[in-house]
């Protein structure tokens, strides 16, 4: 019989969400997790999955029952003829990539940080960049999901086709995911080269740079005209790098959270950090080359907030410059750096933010310098209000206000979506406040 634990606290990764759910359970197996959902529909109670708990929102909370994933974490099957891996859907991708290593295979696209669970990345539509490349989601070939009554569904594209269109991206509320099936590709290294350039320059040359680069993004940094452009390719070089713990650690974190924290007195230092530490730290033209997980993976420094949401490709100059034209028209709003600024294809998937459309996310970025909240407000308006005027839509993840009635305008296949969510979970076991304001 499954055990379950009261009075555990819940917190995600960036400390700004928490909850205290009634029962927290950490299912071994499928037989456990469907006594969890058989007791939730005695006691009519609710239900979150929560894998790493990374998301930076409150779309893992609940004050129901929490199944934490984590003991189901095993590599099931890897077909070595197809590239394909099965796991549990609790597995972090960290503990992946070695797994699939020793049968020389690799995920084509990551995003920055891997101790995630696979689970947790496609159902929050993870994304990295490279305009060939789709959101994490569309990796996955297979998927089973068990139901609010208890049923398990097998899904792919010849098997329960519309759930799996649906479930690739299925923000914890079709139900528990418990296996997923992955497409690798031959294990490979990647070089990444960085070096400076100016906003103007990348805006101008946006198509040059994504066809001279398969992984391409950029940071802008606010206050400034400063860029810095980073390529990720295919390479034969040994594993290198150019980092050091002096310029990467002693000034690039421990100095920089220092400022930011005076900052936060002193707001009209921001724009002067931003142009100092591009300086300090992204004039030089910098390599490094590793296995291709080393290189997706980076560093997210001290705790923060972020928003990051996907406009139509084309609509990148515009949004951009429209943002910074907004800082320079209002001094007192200071934005940290860096702006981040991907690309990705785009997909079928109903609730993909690149749902058939190629793909820019912007993401930007207020830290938390020794936990203190920066004042933010006026730049996330700001910022969320040009990404609607562009027809851009938030990732999944992250904090950001819109309700039903923005997502019915966002999303073609918004509706259709509903209608399988309330299929396979009439009773709404799965639902809590951060999905309730998407779906009513």
Same mark, same amino acid.
């Given at each position: 019989?499954?055990?379950?634990?009261?009075?555990?606290?819940?917190?995600?990764?960036?400390?700004?969400?928490?909850?205290?759910?009634?029962?927290?359970?950490?299912?071994?197996?499928?037989?456990?997790?469907?006594?969890?959902?058989?007791?939730?529909?005695?006691?009519?109670?609710?239900?979150?999955?929560?894998?790493?708990?990374?998301?930076?929102?409150?779309?893992?909370?609940?004050?129901?029952?929490?199944?934490?994933?984590?003991?189901?974490?095993?590599?099931?099957?890897?077909? $070595?003829?197809?590239?394909?891996?099965?796991?549990?859907?609790? &597995?972090?991708?960290?503990?992946?990539?070695?797994?699939?290593?020793?049968?020389?295979?690799?995920?084509?696209?990551?995003?920055?940080?891997?101790?995630? $669970?696979?689970?947790?990345?496609?159902?929050?539509?993870?994304?990295?960049?490279?305009?060939?490349?789709?959101?994490?989601?569309?990796?996955?070939?297979?998927?089973?999901?068990?139901?609010?009554?208890?049923?398990?569904?097998?899904?792919?594209?010849?098997?329960?086709?519309?759930?799996?269109?649906?479930?690739?991206?299925?923000?914890?509320?079709?139900?528990?995911?418990?296996? &997923?099936?992955?497409?690798?590709?031959?294990?490979?290294?990647?070089?990444?080269?960085?070096?400076?350039?100016?906003?103007?320059?990348?805006?101008?040359?946006?198509?040059?740079?994504?066809?001279?680069?398969?992984?391409?993004?950029?940071?802008?940094?606010?206050?400034?005209?400063?860029?810095?452009?980073?390529?990720?390719?295919?390479?034969?070089?040994?594993?290198?790098?150019?980092?050091?713990?002096?310029?990467?650690?002693?000034?690039?974190?421990?100095?920089?959270?220092?400022?930011?924290?005076?900052?936060?007195?002193?707001?009209?230092?921001?724009?002067?950090?931003?142009?100092?530490?591009?300086?300090?730290?992204?004039?030089?033209?910098?390599?490094?080359?590793?296995?291709?997980?080393?290189?997706?993976?980076?560093?997210?420094?001290?705790?923060?907030?972020?928003?990051?949401?996907?406009?139509?490709?084309?609509?990148?100059?515009?949004?951009?410059?429209?943002?910074?034209?907004?800082?320079?028209?209002?001094?007192?709003?200071?934005?940290?750096?860096?702006?981040?600024?991907?690309?990705?294809?785009?997909?079928?998937?109903?609730?993909?933010?690149?749902?058939?459309?190629?793909?820019?996310?912007?993401?930007?970025?207020?830290?938390?310098?020794?936990?203190?909240?920066?004042?933010?407000?006026?730049?996330?308006?700001?910022?969320?209000?040009?990404?609607?005027?562009?027809?851009?839509?938030?990732?999944?993840?992250?904090?950001?206000?819109?309700?039903?009635?923005?997502?019915?305008?966002?999303?073609?296949?918004?509706?259709?979506?509903?209608?399988?969510?309330?299929?396979?979970?009439?009773?709404?076991?799965?639902?809590?406040?951060?999905?309730?304001?998407?779906?009513?």
């Amino acid at each position: 019989m499954v055990h379950g634990y009261k009075g555990v606290k819940f917190q995600n990764w960036a400390k700004t969400y928490g909850c205290c759910p009634e029962i927290y359970y950490q299912p071994t197996s499928v037989e456990e997790v469907r006594e969890v959902l058989a007791l939730a529909r005695q006691q009519n109670k609710r239900v979150k999955v929560v894998g790493g708990g990374h998301s930076p929102s409150d779309i893992a909370c609940t004050d129901g029952f929490m199944i934490h994933m984590g003991k189901m974490n095993r590599v099931l099957q890897v077909d $070595t003829e197809k590239k394909q891996v099965t796991v549990e859907a609790g &597995i972090l991708l960290a503990d992946l990539h070695p797994q699939l290593g020793k049968h020389g295979l690799a995920l084509s696209n990551l995003g920055a940080v891997s101790d995630v $669970t696979a689970g947790g990345v496609i159902g929050s539509g993870t994304h990295n960049t490279g305009i060939k490349h789709g959101i994490l989601a569309t990796q996955v070939v297979a998927l089973t999901l068990l139901t609010a009554d208890g049923t398990i569904l097998e899904c792919s594209e010849s098997s329960n086709a519309e759930v799996f269109q649906a479930a690739r991206v299925h923000l914890g509320c079709l139900g528990v995911i418990l296996t &997923i099936t992955l497409q690798c590709v031959p294990q490979f290294h990647l070089q990444e080269i960085s070096f400076p350039s100016t906003l103007e320059e990348v805006l101008n040359n946006l198509d040059s740079h994504l066809k001279k680069s398969e992984y391409f993004r950029f940071l802008w940094f606010p206050h400034s005209e400063n860029v810095s452009i980073i390529y990720q390719d295919h390479t034969n070089k040994p594993p290198s790098s150019s980092a050091t713990w002096f310029w990467d650690y002693a000034i690039g974190f421990y100095l920089l959270e220092f400022l930011l924290w005076v900052s936060s007195f002193l707001p009209g230092l921001v724009g002067w950090i931003n142009r100092c530490f591009f300086w300090l730290l992204f004039t030089r033209k910098k390599e490094s080359s590793n296995l291709s997980y080393k290189i997706f993976s980076y560093e997210c420094r001290f705790k923060q907030h972020v928003q990051d949401w996907a406009i139509p490709r084309e609509k990148t100059k515009e949004a951009l410059l429209e943002l910074k034209a907004m800082l320079e028209a209002h001094p007192k709003m200071v934005a940290h750096y860096p702006v981040e600024v991907r690309f990705t294809r785009g997909d079928d998937i109903l609730l993909s933010p690149c749902f058939q459309r190629d793909s820019c996310y912007m993401n930007i970025i207020m830290y938390r310098p020794y936990g203190k909240d920066v004042p933010r407000l006026d730049y996330w308006l700001t910022y969320e209000t040009i990404m609607k005027k562009v027809g851009g839509r938030p990732h999944w993840a992250k904090a950001h206000n819109c309700t039903r009635k923005d997502f019915e305008k966002m999303y073609p296949a918004f509706s259709k979506f509903c209608a399988i969510r309330e299929k396979l979970d009439p009773t709404g076991m799965f639902l809590n406040a951060y999905l309730e304001k998407v779906f009513y």
